[in-house]
């Protein structure tokens, strides 16, 4: 019964998360910053290492088709922006996606599941970014993809609200 309780937990704070987030929105759009640190997965024993390389895609081609298609999923479903910045076995990808607030954690939280669920070659190190609304910073998070630390302006502008959800 107790992982009940846990799960209605998390889904009250992703309630949370989104109230706060079409409170600073009112009727507008926002823009959402989603940064990946992917790595390339352990590799077994007795393989060798590659050489350091600098790129937009990684230089090992099974990891690179799965940051390939995970790239191809955010960009299609979410029409998204994406940024890559690899060093061989390991770098960054940036999606910036737009819409409402409701839309954009919904993407959110898809992205996160895809990452974790489709990803064998490679590995989500962590993840990052920023909300915002038009040029204006409307909160931050940081995390990985079993809990993400959210950090949002309080309704008095002068306090900030912290939240920590589970993807």
Request: aromatic share 10%; proline share 4%; glycine share 10%.
């Amino acid at each position: 019964m107790q992982g009940l309780g846990k799960l209605k937990l998390g889904v009250e704070e992703w309630k949370k998360i989104e109230g706060d987030l079409v409170r600073i929105a009112g009727s507008d759009q926002l823009e959402l910053l989603l940064n990946f640190t992917l790595v390339k997965a352990e590799e077994e024993e007795g393989e060798e290492e590659h050489e350091h390389e600098h790129g937009l895609m990684p230089s090992d081609k099974e990891f690179a088709k799965e940051i390939g298609d995970f790239m191809d999923y955010v960009v299609k479903t979410y029409k998204a922006d994406a940024h890559p910045h690899f060093h061989g076995d390991h770098g960054t990808v940036l999606f910036v996606i737009r819409g409402p607030p409701k839309e954009l954690i919904k993407a959110f939280r898809d992205v996160l599941e895809y990452a974790r669920s489709n990803c064998e070659k490679c590995a989500v190190h962590g993840i990052d970014g920023e909300f915002h609304l038009g040029e204006d910073l409307a909160g931050i998070y940081f995390g990985d993809i079993y809990k993400v630390t959210f950090i949002l302006p309080g309704e008095d502008g002068r306090r900030l609200r912290v939240y920590e959800a589970h993807p």
